[in-house]
């Protein structure tokens, strides 16, 4: 009886999604509980490899079902391109995916103000994914958000229409236009909004605590990553929910003391899409090594991630803001061919070494202190245990978990399904 979350420590893509495939035969329940389309998930096995966007990543395990919770912000026109992606796959979409009626809609009104907003910041932009994340979570805490729940009663369109109408007015008065053709937008839109009404729709927080008190497993999948959480992540360059693990907590209706693990991603490095402060990027040929090998593009927007070494100062935070239990390591395979790795262990700011994430990360100079470790420099793609691993990663992982104090279960090391080595 109990509620495990997973959650991304960095600034996303972390490998959120192949864990939660992998893992996913362990569970009855996958359900996503924030963010929506901003969010690309990529699995990949049996030859495949499939990005979701807003369904939760247990979608291709036989017995789970899987909820998209309150918490996540839908745009119904990538829903409904999703659920056509995965019509080759043979699932019984409808009888395994839930829907919850608070969950809310993004209009394509909020993707123009989304675009139009970062545009008027010109330099300063956020770097968002221009997916409407930020306009609907707005209308969503402004209390004039539209939800999943009111597409079904005869007054929605009048809703949507009176809404349309004040984004329209919010648009006119930017003075940075852009071109995006709504009637395009809201044709996609209406489709999408008929194919929500095929599925379930449901008060989704009675069907997890009543699933739970039956002795089901539940996993909360999060979006995002804990350094773009909108109170904890590097603001203003966040994301407009809450990716921690408190957030599984409002966003699926599930109390805290339900949970029971809180499982950690996080890269052998660390990557950044978008704008925004990291203490530990490269801006040289190792940076440009680990893009191509680990191919470090956006899963949603096809975007470069900016790549650097991974930052225990940042990692440790993310662990204490989450609790977490457990951590997993990803993509250790793409540091395969260095001879040595470095690993940030304190900042240097003005002169003064500190050990924690500071408050104004954005405006401090911060030179990373690094410690140098020596590289396997071997192909470990192929590994199925443990114990066929290189010393040297060994060292490498031994030494995270003595600084930040938490066990790493699981080892990834390569992109499918198979290549994951649970730690005994
Ligand atoms: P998510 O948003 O956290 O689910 O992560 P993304 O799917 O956006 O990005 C992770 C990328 O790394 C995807 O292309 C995965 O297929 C890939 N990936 C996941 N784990 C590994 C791994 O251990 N090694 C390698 N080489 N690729 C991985
Ligand atoms: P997954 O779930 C990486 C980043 C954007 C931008 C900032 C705000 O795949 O890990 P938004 O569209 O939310 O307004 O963008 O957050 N961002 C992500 N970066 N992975 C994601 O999701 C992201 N979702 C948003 O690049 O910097
Ligand atoms: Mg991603």
């Known amino acids: 009886?109990?509620?495990?979350?997973?959650?991304?420590?960095?600034?996303?893509?972390?490998?959120?999604?192949?864990?939660?495939?992998?893992?996913?035969s362990n569970y009855d329940i996958i359900a996503r509980f924030q963010g929506g389309p901003n969010a690309g998930h990529t699995i990949e096995f049996d030859g495949h490899k499939h990005v979701l966007h807003t369904i939760p990543s247990?979608?291709?395990?036989?017995?789970?079902?899987n909820v998209i919770g309150n918490g996540v912000v839908i745009d119904p026109a990538v829903f409904l391109e999703e659920i056509n992606?995965?019509?080759?796959?043979?699932?019984?979409?409808?009888?395994?995916?839930?829907?919850?009626?608070?969950?809310h809609l993004i209009l394509p009104t909020h993707k123009i103000i989304d675009a139009t907003s970062e545009a008027?910041?010109?330099?300063?932009?956020i770097?968002?994914?221009?997916?409407?994340?930020?306009?609907?979570?707005?209308?969503?805490?402004?209390?004039?958000?539209?939800?999943?729940?009111?597409?079904?009663?005869?007054?929605?369109?009048?809703?949507?229409?009176k809404l349309k109408k004040k984004h329209l007015n919010i648009i006119s008065n930017f003075q940075d236009k852009v071109k995006i053709s709504i009637n395009e937008l809201e044709s996609d839109f209406f489709k999408g909004v008929e194919c929500l009404k095929t599925f379930d729709l449901i008060e989704s927080e009675n069907f997890l605590n009543q699933s739970i008190d039956d002795g089901k497993k539940v996993l909360a999948e999060g979006a995002q990553g804990s350094l773009l959480d909108i109170d904890f992540g590097t603001y203003p360059f966040v994301t407009s929910s809450n990716t921690t693990s408190a957030g599984a907590c409002s966003g699926l209706g599930v109390p805290p003391n339900k949970i029971k693990n809180i499982r950690g991603i996080f890269k052998a490095y660390?990557?950044?899409?978008?704008?925004?402060?990291?203490?530990?990027?490269?801006?040289?040929?190792?940076?440009?090594?680990?893009?191509?090998?680990?191919?470090?593009y956006g899963a949603t927007t096809g975007r470069d991630r900016r790549c650097g070494w991974l930052d225990l100062v940042a990692l440790k935070y993310s662990i204490q803001i989450n609790g977490v239990t457990e951590l997993n390591i990803m993509k250790s395979d793409v540091l395969s061919i260095f001879d040595k790795i470095l690993v940030c262990t304190s900042y240097v700011i003005n002169g003064e070494e500190i050990n924690f994430f500071p408050y104004d990360i954005n405006s401090k100079e911060i030179t990373p202190k690094y410690q140098e470790f020596r590289g396997w420099n071997t192909d470990i793609t192929e590994i199925k245990n443990e114990d066929s691993l290189p010393n040297e990663l060994i060292d490498y992982i031994n030494f995270?978990?003595?600084f930040v104090n938490v066990p790493i279960k699981l080892i990834s090391v390569g992109p499918d399904r198979t290549q994951t080595i649970i730690r005994k």
């Open 270 to 296: 660390t990557t950044r899409v978008g704008s925004g402060p990291f203490p530990t990027e490269l801006f040289d040929s190792i940076g440009k090594k680990i893009r191509e090998i680990g191919n470090e």
């Open 85 to 103: 992606g995965l019509k080759k796959f043979n699932i019984d979409l409808t009888k395994k995916l839930f829907i919850s009626k608070r969950a």
């Open 400 to 402: 995270i978990e003595s």
């Open 58 to 65: 247990g979608i291709f395990n036989e017995n789970s079902l």
């Open 1 to 24: 009886m109990s509620l495990d979350l997973l959650l991304g420590l960095q600034w996303g893509d972390e490998g959120k999604g192949k864990v939660v495939d992998a893992i996913t």
């Open 127 to 161: 770097g968002s994914t221009l997916k409407g994340i930020g306009p609907t979570y707005m209308d969503k805490t402004g209390r004039n958000g539209i939800r999943v729940g009111d597409i079904i009663n005869n007054d929605w369109e009048k809703k949507y229409f």
């Open 120 to 125: 008027s910041k010109g330099k300063k932009k």
